[in-house]
């Protein structure tokens, strides 16, 4: 059984920046990938970015060059850079676990003003 546990989100300014955390715990494995996802208002989930256990990694077009994924494996801790933000941004941004075992976080809500 793995558990992940998100932090971070909130408010911010268009043009600014936050991250946010995903910390999983348990049964991992390496034939597994951490990322992102996201979903907004009224739209289907997307995919934000996503890295595998060698460290590839892949971004959706609209977030290309203003996020960046990383993540600790000491701490299997998997974090989302976010900068340039901009009011379409806004969503819930859910931490991904999978796709051998899929597991999905509680969700952290990221909201950007104009």
């Known amino acids: 059984q793995v558990q992940l546990v998100e932090s971070g989100g909130g408010l911010v300014q268009a043009g600014g920046s936050l991250r946010l955390s995903c910390a999983a715990s348990g049964s991992i494995s390496s034939l597994n990938a951490m990322g992102w996802y996201r979903q907004a208002p009224g739209k289907q989930r997307e995919l934000v970015a996503i890295?595998?256990?060698?460290?590839?990694?892949n971004y959706a077009d609209s977030v290309k060059g203003r996020f960046t994924i990383s993540k600790d494996n000491a701490k299997n801790t998997v974090y989302l850079q976010m900068s340039s933000l901009k009011p379409e941004d806004t969503a819930v941004y859910c931490c991904?676990?999978?796709?051998?075992?899929?597991?999905w976080g509680r969700g952290a809500l990221v909201t950007v003003s104009s």
């Open positions: 991904y676990y999978g796709p051998v075992v899929v597991v």
């Open positions: 890295i595998t256990s060698g460290g590839s990694t």
